[in-house]
């Protein structure tokens, strides 16, 4: 008998223990959250008033990525955001269209893919090897139009998108500048902070280690940690790479078993029918054409002053 409630006191003693536990740490979620939406808050007061597509860009979510990229430290999170606010009111990213573009997606050598990883990202399909042109803006821009329509395609659950990178037929003499892979990162992380869930790069031949060890040093530690390396022969890396990818979706050249050829024609209607719905999104007249170089063109698209939902 005294048994019986000795268990049955220290049962009670144990539930107490834990009703308090999570007492205590709903309580610290809440000051937690608490906290972050006032430093939100005090990074908008900060940027000061806004207007045009600058007041769109910068929704709650947008100041956050933003924070979360330099650790919540209000000053240097400050000076990212203005940093990118003044390149996207010069490069007009939210302008580029599908047709001035396309040329450098003939190959297929970056395309968004037809299906989402296993937690509903947008996923963007790189093949280094398939590289078609050799001016580098005209290639920066055609990645950027990528980034920008694979951030138009996420679900109103997912703010991140995935990166797989096929490696069949890369070779030094094919890849990219060193200047355009550093473009590219620093491009990724300075003005889509957050935008990067997590890149796998499949199967890369050995001689890749001579230009990885230049290009890494050009990575912040998170887009670094981001990175993950993935070769057939290492269960591990490919048990972790179908963690995030159904088998049935990924294509064969990532291991799975998903047959997939890139068509432009009907990349093109898709990517086509997307600049109408980016057109309605920013509040400007598709039919204009307004950009030819991405650098100009606020004379015929002037910036609206109403909100619509963010492209950030």
């Known amino acids: 008998m005294f048994s019986r409630w000795s268990n ?92 001035e573009v396309a040329v450098e997606g003939e190959t297929g050598k970056v395309y968004r893919a037809s299906f989402h990883d296993r937690h509903g990202r947008t996923v963007l399909i790189l093949r280094p090897g398939k590289q078609n042109t050799t001016s580098l803006e005209n290639h920066l821009r055609h990645l950027v139009y990528l980034i920008e329509n694979a951030i138009l395609n996420l679900p109103e659950t997912q703010e991140q998108m995935a990166w797989l990178i096929d490696f069949t037929g890369w070779t030094l003499s094919t890849s990219v500048p060193i200047k355009s892979a550093r473009d590219t990162i620093n491009l990724l992380q300075n003005h889509y902070p957050e935008r990067l869930a997590i890149a796998f790069l499949y199967n890369p031949p050995r001689i890749f280690e001579a230009f990885w060890k230049i290009v890494k040093y050009f990575m912040d530690a998170k887009t670094f940690q981001k990175v993950k390396f993935v070769y057939p022969k290492n269960t591990e890396s490919v048990e972790l790479m179908r963690s995030y990818f159904d088998e049935e979706n990924l294509p064969i050249e990532f291991g799975g078993k998903a047959v997939l050829e890139y ?20 509040g400007f007249d598709d039919k204009l054409q307004c950009i030819g170089n991405g650098h100009s063109g606020s004379d015929v698209a002037p910036e609206p002053v109403c909100l619509a939902p963010s492209a950030s």
């Open 8 to 99: 049955s006191h220290h049962n009670k003693e144990n539930d107490s223990l834990q009703q308090e536990s999570k007492i205590v740490l709903t309580s610290w979620l809440i000051v937690a959250v608490m906290r972050k939406c006032n430093q939100i808050k005090e990074l908008r007061a900060a940027i000061g008033p806004l207007s045009g597509r600058s007041l769109k860009y910068c929704t709650d979510a947008c100041l956050r990525r933003y924070l979360e990229a330099r650790n919540w430290n209000a000053d240097k999170s400050k000076k990212m955001l203005e940093e990118t606010l003044k390149w996207r009111s010069t490069y007009k990213p939210e302008e580029i269209r599908w047709h």
């Open 263 to 282: 068509n432009h024609e009907e990349f093109s209607k898709q990517m086509n029918q997307d600049d109408i719905k980016s057109a309605n999104l920013w």
